[in-house]
Structures are given as structure tokens and as C-alpha cells.
């Protein structure tokens, strides 16, 4: 009998034997300057961004992280759903218990999923200290693509689809996160809106606009207000502290003078460095990961007379699209393909603000190599060869976006959501009635950087709560009623997000565990209990048929109107899960909270990890 059964055993253990993929992230606090400022910083194994974890679907992940900062953290791997793993999602307070200096935490998923992805710090307001890094999952053999839709060689496709490369756009301050916050409780203000460079793959500089482009590209929509009151977007490019006062902060108590100048106002140009993305002459594609670790803005990004396929969304493929240019939130993933059919020479990689508090843009390079020929005669001035630094910085290409982030002309197209359409499709037909419906009202609460996905702002002292809300029976009014949302397993959810002031800017609010369908969006006050009833009245707003499927959701900014954002999501993975707004300082202003999924199914934590 016992050795049937070890046999039996033994046969189980080798038919679903799959390979383990080991990371070692160890955490250290230094001094950096990925933008030619020198500043204390987070490095990831020395790194920054930290080292891309490539995997290929169908591994166990095992990640140990150690931290040696001076101070308590967490990794969340992005976009990664966490099924069965719940206990691995590196949210302080939910999941785990906060990394302390000089410990390390193993993280162990199964990546079940394809795709692009990304690893950040979970813990207060580290993702604006660098850190973060991409997270590359390779798919399985056999995994069905939409390439043929291209129109062209698929095998060229899927030899470039091979060789993916991760590009982390983000923005970047000269202040830590710690000494942002402190300003912020200080002035009164959400001061840390203003940045200070944008950083492709962790480069960049300070690249100071003339006042002649501030003028012309500041946005029409806060043009008027600003020259009402003789104010005018900052040497930084940024909305004057006033103007954030009178919008945002109503009748809370503020202190403009408590901000050093440097923090809005003045401008200091640094040298910095410029990432170039390197493409052999030969190669006929070129794959990019295109991913948003931004603590605050929104993107415009382009390549320079390269148009962009888009392929896969937030890791998971679509009916490829092609666009000269798309918008990136944060916590976004873009997977393109780019035809490198043009002359070789150097491109403009165009990254730019859209975010209407600060006009800035940075821009980096992708340059043909084809070794000493051609390219090299025609660039280096008669020289056989130059260095590379110098060549670089000739880019006479033509951008379809301008510093500002918008089309050069009428015939540049952006990405569309709406016309993504998921490969294979993955919305039930017909649409699944939704069990539950919870409304959510978006807003400030008393001064403008207190944040609130409904009503209450979600206070950050859980993250050192323990035991986790994961490791406890769950709790509707934990961490409170009107931020906690309690479902059952195998159940369908409608989240409305109700944006309820005006003068709020998009929210990309990002669901951890399994993604969600974008199913509607509108202008106005949502005035209906589900959403049928709202599909009823206003079928126009809803798609139930190819609704994008994606683990983040831009909710509309409310310049003049109300707005509304409808997804749904099938609950499949007990857990205790957070849903948050992705601008960092809204998330540590306490937009966010708390999923308690699957609450009839709720997991037992493994002991290794409850101790
Ligand atoms: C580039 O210049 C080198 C050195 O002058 C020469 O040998 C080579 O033939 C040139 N290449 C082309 C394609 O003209
Ligand atoms: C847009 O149209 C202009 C002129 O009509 C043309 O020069 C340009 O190449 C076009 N740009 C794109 C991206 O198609
Ligand atoms: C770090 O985490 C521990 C354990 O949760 C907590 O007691 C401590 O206050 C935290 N330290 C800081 C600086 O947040
Ligand atoms: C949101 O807040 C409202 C008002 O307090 C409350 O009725 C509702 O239940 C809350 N929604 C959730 C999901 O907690
Ligand atoms: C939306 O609701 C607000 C109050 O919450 C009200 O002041 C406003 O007039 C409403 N807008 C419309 C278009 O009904
Ligand atoms: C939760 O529901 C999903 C979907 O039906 C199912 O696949 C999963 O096994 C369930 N989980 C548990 C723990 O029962
Ligand atoms: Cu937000």
C-alpha cells in the first residue's frame, strides 16, 4: 500500500514538475543622480531601476528580498494576479508584515500569466525614491498570438517578441519621498506634484523649457485662470503653488512660504544622461515593454516616424493595433512592436507630460547600428567612427507629438481604449449580471492632499497592523466601513467610480489580484444603482461585448462636468487585496481601499509566513 502510493506520488510530482525561477532584491538606501542631480535614492542589487526578473510562463517565482535600507518596506509585483498566493502580494498591512532593515521576505508565485509587468515598493511613498523594476514573462510554447494580423513575416514578429526589451518611463524628484511628505504636511499642499526630470530606463536630465514654450504649451484649459490672477506655470513648468491653492485646497489651512523655492519654482539645467536604445541594421522589428512607474504624471510617447503596433495591454495580447503615438498612466503596460524600416539614423523617443500640473517631457534615442558603415560616414562628419555620446545627440528625426504631449497634426493617431479589444476575447457572452454593485465617490477630504477613493482617506498606520487584514477572520469594517468591500467566490462585481468635484484629474486606479473589464464611462453624475439600469438609460456608455480587460482604469478628469468609470471583475481569488489610485501622491493622501475577496473561501496563510 505505502509504496503504491509513493509511486503514485511520484509520478503526480514529476508530471507537474516546473521550473523555479530564483531573484535575489537587495534592498539598499545611497546616493544617486539618474538625472545629473545627486540625491539619496533606493538601488535594487546596486541598481537603478533595479534588475528585470525574466521568467517564462509556467515557473514558480521565488523572490527574496532583502532589505538593508533604514527603514520598513514591501515589493508588489504589478499586474502579477497573486491566484492562490495571496500571501505574496507585498501590500503592508493586507498581506504581509513590513520588511524590517536588515530582513528578508521570500515571495513565491506562480506565473501563470504572459507578459509585461513590473516589481515596485509597496511601503509609503519608496516607488518615488527608484524603486522599481520590470518583470519580463516569456510566454509558453504553443501560447496562440495575434501577430498574422500585422500583415507581416510572424516569425520576424516572434523573433523580435523574444527579444523584448523593458522601457520604464517615470518621473523624478530631487527631494526623497520622506522630505515630499514632510512639505506637503507643512505647506498645506499637494506640493510633490512638481517633478523635476523624466527618466527612460532610469536616464534623463533637468531640461528647463524657455519661457517662450511655457507660454505657448500651457494648457487652455487653466490658461485663463492663470492670467486672471497674473500667474503664470512656473520656470519648472509647473501650475504655481497659488493656482494648486485656489483649485484644490477649498478652506483648508495652507503656508506657500513653507516651500523652498527650488520645489515649484526655480529651474536648474543638469547634464544628465540619455538612454539610447540600440537596434542592430539588420533586424526588421524591434519589441518594446512599455511600462509606467511614474509616481505622478501621465505620458504622451512616441517614436519619431516609427509608428507603434500594439500588441498586448497591461501583459495580456490584443487585436494588435497600430498608432503614432499612445498615453500612458501610471502602472501601465504597452507591449509594441516597431517595423525598423527607416533610413538608419537616430530617433527621437519622445516622453511628455500630460498631467496638467507641469509641462515636461524628456527624449530618448533609437539609433540603427549597422557598425562602421553607412551611418556611421554619414553622422560622424567624415570621421570613421565616433563615440557614441556624441552621435547620439544628433536628432534631426520628426516627432509626431510636440514638447506638450500632443499631436503635431490632425493626422497622428493615439491609442484608443475603446477599440481594444482583448486575444483571445475574454469577456463572457452574454455579459454576466453583476451580484454586487459598490459605488464610489472620488475626492478630496478637507485639504488637497488628502485623498479618498470613498469618502474616508485610508490611513497608511495599517501597514504596521499586525497581525495583516490576510491573516485575520475577514472583517467588513476593517479597516472601515466605507472602504471595505466584501465579496464571495465565483461572484460577478460591478465598482463604480463616481468623480464627484470638479478639478480632479484622471485616476488611474489599479486592482491588485485578477484584472478587471472596463465596461463603461461617462460624463455626468452617475444617478443609478446598477448597471443595467444605467446601460438601460445610457447604452452608448457601456461596452458588454469587448470591453478592455486590464488591471489599471483611468477615470475621467473632471474639468467641467462630473464623470464615471464602470468595471466589473469575476471574484476567483479569496483574498484580502488593495484597490488604489496609482499617483503616488494620491495613494499616500489615502486613495485607496480594501477588497476582501472570496471572504466564503477565505485562504489559510502558510505557517511560514503567519509564525
Ligand atoms: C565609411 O568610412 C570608412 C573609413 O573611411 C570606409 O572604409 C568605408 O568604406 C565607409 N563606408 C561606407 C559604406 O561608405
Ligand atoms: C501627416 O500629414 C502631413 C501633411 O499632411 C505629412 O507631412 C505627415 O507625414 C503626416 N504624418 C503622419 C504621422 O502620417
Ligand atoms: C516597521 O515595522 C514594524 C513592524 O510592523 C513597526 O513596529 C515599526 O514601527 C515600523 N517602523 C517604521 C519606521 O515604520
Ligand atoms: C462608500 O461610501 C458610502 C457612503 O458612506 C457607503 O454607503 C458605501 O457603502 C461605501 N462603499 C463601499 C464599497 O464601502
Ligand atoms: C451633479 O450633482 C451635483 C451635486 O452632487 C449637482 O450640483 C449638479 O448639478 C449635478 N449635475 C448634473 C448635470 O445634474
Ligand atoms: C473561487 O472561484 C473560482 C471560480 O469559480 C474557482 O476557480 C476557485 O477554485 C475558487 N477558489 C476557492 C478557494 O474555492
Ligand atoms: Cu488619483
Not at 336 to 345: C, E, H, M
Request: aromatic letters at 10%; proline letters at 7%.
Amino acid at each position: 500500500m505505502h509504496s503504491f502510493l509513493a509511486l503514485w506520488l511520484c509520478i503526480a510530482t514529476y508530471a507537474i514538475a516546473t521550473k523555479t525561477s530564483r531573484f535575489t532584491l537587495e534592498l539598499t538606501w545611497g546616493t544617486g543622480s539618474p538625472d545629473g542631480f545627486e540625491r539619496e535614492m533606493i538601488f535594487i542589487n546596486g541598481q537603478f531601476p533595479g534588475p528585470t526578473l525574466e521568467i517564462t510562463q509556467g515557473d514558480w517565482v521565488e523572490i527574496d528580498v532583502v532589505n538593508n535600507m533604514p527603514f520598513n518596506s514591501t515589493i508588489h509585483a504589478h499586474g502579477i494576479e497573486q491566484i492562490n498566493t495571496p500571501w505574496a502580494d507585498g501590500v503592508p498591512g493586507f498581506s504581509q508584515r513590513p520588511i524590517q532593515p536588515g530582513d528578508t521576505f521570500t515571495y513565491k508565485w506562480h506565473a501563470h500569466q504572459y507578459g509585461s509587468y513590473f516589481y515596485h515598493a509597496h511601503s509609503r511613498g519608496q516607488i518615488d525614491d527608484g524603486c522599481y523594476g520590470a518583470i519580463l514573462i516569456k510566454p509558453k510554447h504553443g501560447l496562440a498570438k495575434p501577430f498574422d494580423k500585422i500583415g507581416a513575416d510572424v516569425k520576424a514578429l516572434e523573433e523580435a517578441e523574444s527579444k523584448i526589451q523593458p522601457l520604464l518611463l517615470s518621473d523624478w524628484r530631487h527631494t526623497t519621498s520622506q522630505h515630499t511628505w514632510e512639505l506637503q504636511l507643512a505647506s498645506g499642499l499637494e506640493s510633490s506634484v512638481c517633478m523635476d526630470s523624466l527618466l527612460v530606463n532610469g536616464k534623463g536630465a533637468v531640461n528647463c523649457w524657455s519661457r517662450e514654450d511655457l507660454d505657448r504649451f500651457t494648457n487652455p484649459g487653466i490658461g485663463p485662470v492663470l492670467e486672471q490672477n497674473g500667474w503664470q506655470m512656473t520656470d519648472k513648468g509647473c501650475l504655481p503653488p497659488e493656482a494648486l491653492e485656489l483649485l484644490l485646497a477649498g478652506d483648508s489651512e495652507t503656508n506657500i512660504d513653507a516651500l523652498p523655492e527650488e520645489i515649484f519654482e526655480v529651474c536648474t539645467p543638469t547634464q544628465g544622461s540619455r538612454e539610447v536604445i540600440k537596434v542592430p541594421h539588420k533586424a526588421k522589428w524591434l519589441a518594446l515593454d512599455i511600462i509606467s512607474t511614474a509616481g505622478i504624471d501621465s505620458f504622451s510617447f512616441s517614436i519619431d516616424e516609427h509608428p507603434l503596433w500594439i500588441f498586448a495591454v497591461d501583459g495580456g495580447y490584443i487585436e494588435p493595433l497600430k498608432v503614432d503615438a499612445i498615453t500612458v498612466a501610471n502602472g501601465d503596460r504597452y507591449s509594441v512592436f516597431v517595423q525598423l524600416d527607416k533610413p538608419a539614423k537616430n530617433y527621437g523617443v519622445r516622453v511628455a507630460s500630460v498631467a496638467l500640473v507641469q509641462l515636461i517631457d524628456t527624449t530618448a534615442v533609437l539609433s540603427y547600428e549597422s557598425g562602421w558603415g553607412n551611418y556611421r560616414n554619414s553622422t560622424c562628419h567624415g570621421h570613421s567612427y565616433c563615440e557614441d555620446d556624441d552621435d547620439v545627440d544628433t536628432i534631426t528625426s520628426t516627432p509626431s507629438i510636440n514638447q506638450a504631449g500632443l499631436a503635431i497634426s490632425d493626422n497622428v493617431t493615439f491609442f484608443n481604449q475603446a477599440q481594444m479589444v482583448a486575444f483571445p476575447p475574454q469577456f463572457p457572452q452574454p455579459a454576466p449580471e453583476a451580484d454586487q454593485t459598490f459605488i464610489m465617490s472620488l475626492l478630496t477630504v478637507g485639504n488637497s492632499y488628502t485623498w479618498a477613493l470613498n469618502g474616508s482617506a485610508f490611513n497608511h498606520a495599517i501597514d504596521d497592523e499586525d497581525p495583516p487584514l490576510l491573516y485575520q477572520e475577514p472583517n467588513p469594517n476593517n479597516p472601515g466601513g466605507d472602504i471595505t468591500i466584501v465579496t464571495k467566490n465565483d461572484t460577478w462585481v460591478d465598482l463604480v467610480f463616481t468623480v464627484t468635484t470638479l478639478n480632479q484629474p484622471p485616476h488611474p486606479i489599479h486592482k491588485h489580484s485578477n484584472k478587471a473589464f472596463i465596461i463603461g464611462q461617462g460624463v455626468g453624475n452617475w444617478t443609478w444603482s446598477t448597471v443595467a439600469e444605467a446601460a438601460a438609460a445610457n447604452p452608448g456608455a457601456f461596452n458588454l461585448v469587448t470591453p478592455p480587460y486590464r488591471d489599471g482604469f483611468v477615470t475621467p478628469p473632471t474639468t467641467t462636468a462630473n464623470t464615471w468609470l464602470a468595471v466589473r471583475y469575476h471574484v476567483v481569488n479569496p483574498g484580502a487585496f488593495m484597490l488604489h489610485c496609482h499617483i503616488q501622491s494620491h495613494l499616500n493622501g489615502g486613495m485607496a481601499m480594501a477588497m476582501l475577496d472570496g471572504v466564503d473561501e477565505w485562504p489559510e496563510v502558510p505557517g511560514e509566513y503567519k509564525k
